[in-house]
């Protein structure tokens, strides 16, 4: 088992006894008074690879600017599909900098995965349709879906997060499954335990109709539980584009998840970097 080597934005240890549980993107628990993203078992993500200058500056071009101001809430232009094969360290050059997130909200090289340098190929290890639900929560943000390249990472504020990831698949189709596979797993995982070293933690989730990206559906997956006596809720949202699927979760302990900037406009500009990196990569 291994775990992203995360530390709470004042740079402490997360607690012990909470570093195996990773419901959805990120579990977060309060340490010395901040916010501590507690990372699980991650299969075979690798470290993120910073990007070269070249990909990262025609990334970033394809970005609405430097502050949450900038990413839009209405009027989103279609666009089209996500196509083409990128490898993990290529989706990660894709991923939003913190500069795009409101100030106070941080992000750092420990926190980030994904696939490496080369496609992957072969069956899913934990496919949605029948992958449990403690196998889901521990393994969403990493590998293992059957994708053929994968990242992600988290941005944090004060018992607030965002948590972004890009799923790519070897077609359409498999993009749309996954997504389409939200809502059944729900209907199997409205209630269930995750053991916290020793103690179990019960989690619920439910699934629904997402917001609107570029008139494309989206699904809304809500997760929520309490850990240490303390309200955890995770809104992610998922959207199936040719290949790709991108999802956004927002987090929030012992306080709502971050409502600005929203989910969608996130999705959206996460569309939009895409695309743009799809053509350097080709």
Do not use: W
Not at 137 to 151: C, N, P, R, Y
Not at 175 to 190: I, K
Not at 198 to 226: C, D, F
């Amino acid at each position: 088992m291994s775990s992203f080597a995360r530390r709470d934005v004042a740079g402490g240890r997360r607690p012990r006894s909470l570093r195996r549980l990773r419901p959805g993107l990120a579990v977060l628990a309060v340490a010395a008074g901040t916010l501590a993203t507690v990372a699980g078992c991650s299969t075979k993500g690798t470290a993120y690879a910073t990007p070269s200058s070249s990909a990262s500056s025609s990334a970033s071009a394809a970005g609405t600017g430097a502050t949450s101001g900038a990413l839009p809430t209405t009027s989103m232009t279609p666009l089209p599909d996500a196509s083409g094969q990128l490898t993990g360290t290529g989706l990660a050059t894709v991923l939003l900098p913190a500069s795009d997130f409101p100030s106070g909200f941080t992000t750092s090289a420990s926190d980030a995965v994904n696939s490496g340098g080369t496609l992957t190929t072969g069956p899913a290890k934990y496919p949605v349709a029948t992958v449990s639900c403690s196998n889901f929560v521990q393994h969403l943000g990493s590998t293992g879906f059957g994708e053929t390249a994968m990242a992600a990472d988290s941005v944090v504020g004060s018992n607030q997060a965002y948590d972004q990831a890009i799923y790519q698949f070897a077609s359409a189709s498999a993009a749309s499954a996954y997504v389409a596979g939200m809502s059944p797993l729900a209907g199997r995982c409205t209630s269930f335990t995750e053991p916290v070293n020793g103690t179990n933690t019960t989690m619920r989730m439910k699934a629904a109709t997402g917001g609107s990206v570029a008139g494309r559906p989206t699904v809304e997956l809500l997760q929520t539980a309490t850990v240490s006596g303390t309200a955890l809720t995770l809104d992610t949202e998922f959207l199936a584009s040719g290949v790709d699927v991108f999802a956004v979760s927002a987090v929030g302990f012992s306080t709502t998840p971050p409502a600005s900037p929203a989910k969608e406009a996130i999705i959206y500009n996460l569309m939009k970097r895409q695309a743009a990196a799809a053509v350097l990569g080709s």
